[in-house]
């Protein structure tokens, strides 16, 4: 990956576009160690207003820096805010992120376990299709996300960090 392309993904995490600074910092993510010259900018982003862009950064930061314990630490802060949050859709997200993350991190992750499997019930997109009788929440993406975490962490087993859509 060039510098350029870094360089225009940190632009956009100071977007005032939720969803441009989301997918900055999921494409950091995916660049792991090469982005490293971002990760002061993601730090930054860990304390956006937006859970789904802290959860976004900390995975991007997990997958540049390879800090567990930071990880588990910055991933538990946000899965703890999650029931007092009234968006299902960034609980969602930040399900998906600590999901992904907390996967990759393997049995060190244990200790979070519990605190991602409590901010589930809060996640969901909502549904809303009257004219077929259909008014509720998708679950079963962040269900799915969640129970493939708790496989890797319990099994001792790691995640290879390509995880779809992250």
């Known amino acids: 990956m060039d510098r350029d392309t870094i360089i225009r993904h940190c632009q956009r995490l100071a977007s005032p576009e939720f969803h441009w600074r989301r997918q900055a910092a999921l494409d950091l993510a995916r660049l792991g160690p090469e982005a490293t010259v971002a990760a002061s900018m993601l730090t930054s982003a860990l304390d956006d207003p937006e859970m789904g862009i802290r959860s976004a ?36 997200q930040a399900v998906l992120d600590a999901a992904t993350a907390l996967g990759e991190i393997g049995l060190a992750a244990k200790p979070a376990l519990s605190t991602l499997r409590q901010a589930l019930p809060h996640a969901g997109y909502p549904i809303e ?38």
């Not at 990880?71 to 946000?78: C, F, G, H, K, Q």
């Not at 805010?81 to 859709?89: A, F, K, N």
């Not at 679950?139 to 290879?160: N, P, Y």
């Open 57 to 92: 950064a900390a995975l991007a930061l997990w997958r540049i820096e390879h800090n567990a314990e930071q990880t588990i630490r910055r991933l538990t802060v946000i899965l703890q805010q999650c029931p007092s949050l009234r968006d299902p859709i960034s609980v969602g």
């Open 129 to 166: 299709w009257p004219a077929v009788g259909i008014v509720g929440t998708e679950t079963k993406q962040f269900e799915t996300a969640v129970a493939e975490a708790a496989r890797l962490i319990e099994s001792g087993q790691k995640s290879e960090g390509d995880t779809p859509g992250v």
